[in-house]
């Protein structure tokens, strides 16, 4: 399996310690693709170009924004494109964008003549925090979400926080979620740091705290690729978040914050979590959104989606909870009356 490099911001900009790895003897005769949307093209090529200069004569293939990208018909037609280019088993093919972008690409490079390299650059927080990282590709097929991909590394992982720089505020509030989730599972110190400034209302995304998840979700990766164990910790507040993001029609991180505010609540009920860190976040995440409320046929509705979650075993819901702040219980099986008093009791 290859092991993924992360390239992280420090004295030298990240893209031009990638430009430096890049003109390395590793690559030579590499042929370059860089995949990207039209966002990605318009906000963050130019600044990719302008210090990459390894991907002086790369080629360009530009696919739909956002979710219409992660289709089996949009891959086809980018196998399609790179065969029509010739290119070859030494091409590598360079995601720049989002989680779209990077679930698409790593499948794109994990099919394409039985597997090639790919590198991602993700160019969203959401992407450099958790999306870009671990090598889990994925489209979606009939409507559903991820049903089809594999687990594909990408070599290297460039994370260059100037490129969020044209992002609007509510996509870096889409990521923020995941920021909380990270550290939340893994880093108490910098999860009770973070609560503080949401709370303030200040919230400072710095290149540390950027650095701080993509390391903690490199090194999760690396002990359990596969997914088999300890990576579960990464689906903190997502099985309900999965099913919340579909009924109440939230971004991903919202429903994600909205899932974890619900696997709190559950932790203090099954895992003697302090009902302090439940209020602390409560009162954080009103400062992010509205929470939901509710309905017993709301309640319904989200219980019928949970149902159908690909983590699922045995016919049992299962989550994801936390002892305290940093210690996770993972596979948690969760009844359904559980889940109703939950989604009930946060809406109060
Ligand atoms: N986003 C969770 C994982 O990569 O395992």
Redesign the pocket.
């Known amino acids: 399996m290859t092991k993924t490099r992360l390239i992280l911001p420090g004295r030298t900009n990240a893209l031009s310690n990638l430009n430096r790895i890049l003109s390395g003897p590793r690559y030579k005769g590499s042929k370059f693709f860089l995949l990207v949307d039209e966002n990605s093209y318009e906000n963050c090529l130019p600044v990719v170009l302008s210090r990459v200069t390894a991907f002086e004569n790369a080629e360009f293939l530009e696919v739909p924004v956002g979710e219409e990208c992660k289709s089996l018909e949009i891959a086809a037609q980018v196998w399609g494109a790179l065969l029509e280019s010739g290119a070859d088993r030494n091409t590598i093919l360079v995601c720049i964008g989002g989680g779209c972008v990077s679930d698409l690409g790593g499948l794109v490079a994990a099919g394409y003549k039985r597997g090639i390299r790919h590198i991602n650059i993700p160019t969203t927080l959401i992407g450099m925090v958790?999306?870009a990282?671990?090598g889990?590709t994925a489209v979606n097929l009939e409507g559903s979400k991820n049903q089809v991909g594999f687990f594909h590394m990408p070599e290297l992982v460039c994370i260059c926080p100037e490129l969020t720089d044209s992002l609007p505020d509510e996509e870096l509030i889409n990521g923020l979620y995941e920021v909380v989730k990270t550290l939340a599972v893994a880093d108490p110190e910098m999860y009770y740091q973070l609560i503080t400034t949401i709370e303030s209302g200040n919230v400072d995304l710095s290149n540390e705290l950027i650095t701080t998840c993509a390391e903690i979700?490199s090194a999760?990766?690396k002990q359990d690729p596969n997914?088999h164990g300890i990576?579960?910790i990464?689906?903190f507040g997502?099985t309900f978040g999965h099913a919340i993001e579909v009924h109440s029609q939230l971004r991903h991180g919202e429903a994600v914050g909205v899932g974890m505010l619900c696997a709190m609540y559950l932790s203090v009920k099954k895992m003697g979590l302090n009902m302090e860190i439940y209020d602390r976040y409560r009162n954080a995440l009103k400062k992010l959104l509205a929470p939901p409320k509710y309905s017993l046929k709301d309640t319904e509705a989200i219980l019928a989606l949970m149902r159908q979650d690909k983590k699922n075993r045995d016919g049992l819901i299962l989550c994801v909870l936390l002892q305290e702040v940093g210690v996770p219980v993972i596979d948690v099986a969760v009844d359904e009356n559980e889940i109703r008093d939950t989604l009930l009791n946060i809406s109060k």
Do not use: Q, T
Request: charged fraction near 35%; aromatic fraction near 0%; avoid cysteine.
């Open positions: 958790d999306a990282i671990g889990k979700k999760v990766v997914d990576r579960h990464l689906n997502h």
